[in-house]
């Protein structure tokens, strides 16, 4: 999907960070992971954007999308 992208990462000051592409700055900092997961899925479906989770690691640890891809991949995580 090319389209927009909201990403949670690993916050440097501590915590994890909500990012859409493009934004200069976190639309959130969580204390948790699962808080920016959360809060970034909501944002994900409301934009119609592709999330995508990574670790602090900087590894991806899932993606999910929500926009309208008329060639979705097979979803082996839902």
């Given amino acids: 999907m090319a389209g927009k992208q909201v990403r949670v990462t690993p916050n440097q000051g501590g915590g994890w960070k909500v990012k859409t592409d493009g934004a200069s700055r976190a639309a959130r900092i969580t204390d948790t992971k699962q808080e920016a997961v959360d809060a970034a899925r909501k944002i994900a479906q409301n934009q119609k954007a592709e ?16 926009g309208n891809d008329p060639k979705p991949p097979k979803d082996k995580e839902h």
Wanted: glycine share 12%.
């Fill in 51 to 66: 999330l995508t989770v990574q670790g602090k690691d900087g590894k991806i640890q899932s993606k999910d999308s929500f």
